[in-house]
């Protein structure tokens, strides 16, 4: 795999937002710097347009928002630490860890692979924990990549 | 327990894959094994055969329509949706297992396949009437490649024969042949020898006409049990002279036979050799010999009398069943009644000894004929009066066409459906009218199946074509009359209303 899912950069930890879609726009912004989508606002749309569909908070304190767009570039992953928490409509309170996945519209069979493995990953709570436990961005990018490792 | 799970969500990338994990996790933790097959973006990985064979239960964990969920029919499941899955995956596997304790649920048991056994027509839901009926279909389904292969075999052969001998009577020297000294001293330069060979080889694949309808009926009542007894009967059958009648019965009886035996109670030491040993045996013994001592005798009297009673039907007999023939493929273009026609004309093909002209190969082709006229005259409709249908309509009357043409009368259905009153009245008397024709004309036919394809085995093919385009012309100009009437009365209806909207406002 010649792109890593996660870089340092695209790790956003203690950050302060009002709300989802705050978050949304700030990790969208993160992918369009680094150059894994095209255009943020039309990314950020997409994410909220399948976020409208059903809410992906997750036990746990985790939000899972992601989406397939036009926009995307390389299947990428955006994480977001907010330690006061946003609500990502999860059934036991708000999401304090974010992560957004961002699939090409047409993706091919190994990219999406590898979201699936990581899908998986953030069912494990010690996979979850290990995250929080991360204190910068290149410990969560090292802890994702290895996770994912095909 | 060991479950098997689908799971997928709107995008396919996140929860799909999530629920899988969660519910394989959550199985793991109490106890029980999931496998999951993710229908997601990246793919199905679909779960093999066996391990849906070998499963209790079903978890489906899916937001979207579960892909091949037949695969699973039969097995007791919960529908929880994919969020459910991913959230409470403890709580669903629990939900599952007491599904599973529970049984099947009611009128989901059908449709569960033998696994790799060969397809029946049988669905264990249906009523008395409609299970007798699949029964017989499924025999009837599985003989029905045995009648083409040796009815087109038998027609060349006749064909070959007529060159080979120089003239008509060739049909019937080929038949006097000692095919044994054909055989033992083949003449690889003679055209006779082969006109012989063809008909060898159709015979033979006519001999297992009987066999095969007992032999599948029986499969069709009690699964492979009543394969040996079914065959065994059959051939009994054929024995006593008790022909496809006989066949008939045999097979509804070594399908109960069967059944009842192979629902015996035994000690565990023979459970082990009923299928290969016990059951066979005495199925076979009881049904081989009631066959031959007791029911043989009276159904073979009861064939003669048909076979007599046909063969001396006169002229205007013929037509007259060639009507009612007719009008029973027309009427329900694929359903029961049309499948009782279709089921006496082929079993008639069955009879040994006919001759070219036999009231058997009429009633075939009389049959075939009018099987043919519904989906053409659709077809032919939908050309000509294009107003008349909708955009789907004519798109299937192109179709119908060539599903007329090969004599599928099931070519008509979409039409029948969305609009059976009129569909069916003009398939009724058209398919009716080309039946009567077809008898009129003498038309005769070895085949089961084929339509316009095998017109070259078809006795006065001219006076097929001619009946079955009279039909056809028949059919469509009532379906165009019908639907005409309808097509004003509904303009009518929509102009009045817009009539009166523009005088109030």
Request: glycine residues 12%; proline residues 5%.
């Amino acid at each position: 795999m010649s792109t890593p899912l996660i870089l340092p950069e695209l790790v956003a930890v203690d950050v302060d937002a009002a709300d989802a879609n705050a978050v949304i726009d700030i990790l969208a912004q993160r992918l369009a710097e680094a150059g894994r989508v095209t255009d943020a606002a039309v990314f950020a749309t997409d994410v909220r347009a399948r976020e409208a569909k059903t809410s992906t908070g997750m036990p746990g304190g985790i939000g899972l928002p992601h989406a397939k767009s036009e926009a995307v570039l390389a299947p990428s992953l955006a994480v977001a630490k907010v330690p006061a928490g946003v609500d990502f409509g999860a059934p036991d309170g708000p999401a304090t860890l974010v992560f957004l996945i961002a699939a090409p519209a047409a993706g091919e069979g190994d990219h999406l692979k590898i979201l699936a493995a990581l899908a998986r990953k953030l069912v494990h709570a010690d996979f979850k924990d290990s995250l929080r436990a991360a204190p910068d961005g290149a410990a969560v990018a090292a802890i994702v990549n290895e996770a994912v490792s095909l | 327990m060991k479950f098997v799970a689908v799971t997928s969500c709107p995008t396919g990338i996140a929860h799909t894959y999530m629920a899988a994990e969660a519910l394989e996790q959550a199985g793991k933790a109490a106890g029980h094994e999931v496998t999951v097959e993710t229908q997601g973006s990246a793919g199905t990985d679909a779960i093999d055969d066996a391990a849906i064979a070998a499963a209790d239960g079903v978890i489906y964990a899916a937001d979207l329509e579960v892909k091949g969920r037949e695969r699973f029919a039969g097995k007791p499941f919960v529908d929880v949706g994919v969020k459910r899955g991913v959230h409470e995956a403890a709580k669903v596997i629990e939900e599952a297992v007491a599904a599973v304790e529970r049984g099947v649920p009611a009128g989901s048991a059908a449709a569960a396949p033998a696994a790799g056994g060969p397809a029946t027509k049988v669905d264990a839901n249906a009523s008395v009437g409609t299970k007798i009926r699949q029964w017989l279909m499924t025999g009837v389904s599985y003989m029905i490649p045995f009648v083409a292969a040796g009815g087109i075999l038998i027609a060349l052969a006749f064909m070959l024969a007529n060159v080979a001998w120089g003239g008509a009577e060739g049909a019937i020297e080929v038949t006097a042949v000692d095919q044994a000294a054909v055989w033992a001293d083949f003449d690889w330069g003679n055209l006779q020898h082969y006109a012989v060979a063809l008909l060898g080889v159709g015979g033979l694949a006519f001999g297992f006409l009987v066999p095969v309808l007992s032999g599948f009926i029986a499969y069709g009542i009690a699964d492979r049990p009543g394969l040996v007894p079914g065959f065994v009967g059959g051939a009994a059958s054929v024995a006593v002279g008790a022909g496809f009648l006989g066949g008939l019965v045999t097979g509804f009886l070594a399908g109960f036979v069967a059944l009842w035996i192979s629902r015996w109670k035994v000690a565990k030491g023979v459970r082990g050799i009923m299928p290969v040993v016990v059951i066979p045996l005495l199925s076979s013994l009881i049904v081989g010999f009631l066959t031959l001592v007791v029911i043989g005798t009276p159904i073979a009297a009861l064939m003669r009398g048909l076979e007599s009673w046909l063969g001396g039907l006169g002229g205007n007999q013929l037509v007259l069943l060639g009507l009612i023939l007719g009008a029973m493929m027309g009427f329900d273009l694929g359903g029961p009644v049309n499948k009782v026609a279709y089921t006496f004309a082929v079993t008639g093909l069955a009879t040994t000894g006919l001759t070219a002209d036999a009231a058997q190969y009429k009633i075939m082709a009389a049959v075939m004929a009018s099987g043919m006229v519904a989906p053409l005259a659709m077809a032919l409709a939908t050309t000509v009066r294009k107003r008349l249908f909708t955009e789907a309509e004519r798109e299937n009357g192109k179709a119908a066409w060539l599903l007329g043409a090969s004599f599928i009368s099931e070519g008509a259905i979409p039409f029948a459906a969305a609009d059976p009153l009129r569909v069916i009245l003009a398939s009724l008397v058209g398919s009716s009218v080309t039946g009567a024709l077809s008898m009129a004309f003498g038309v005769t036919l070895v085949a089961p199946h084929g339509g316009v394809w095998v017109l070259p085995l078809i006795g006065n093919p001219i006076g097929f074509l001619i009946s079955i385009i009279a039909g056809v012309l028949v059919a469509a100009l009532i379906v165009v009359v019908l639907k005409e009437i309808r097509y004003n009365k509904i303009n009518a209806a929509q102009q009045a209303p817009q009539h009166t909207a523009v005088t109030t406002a």
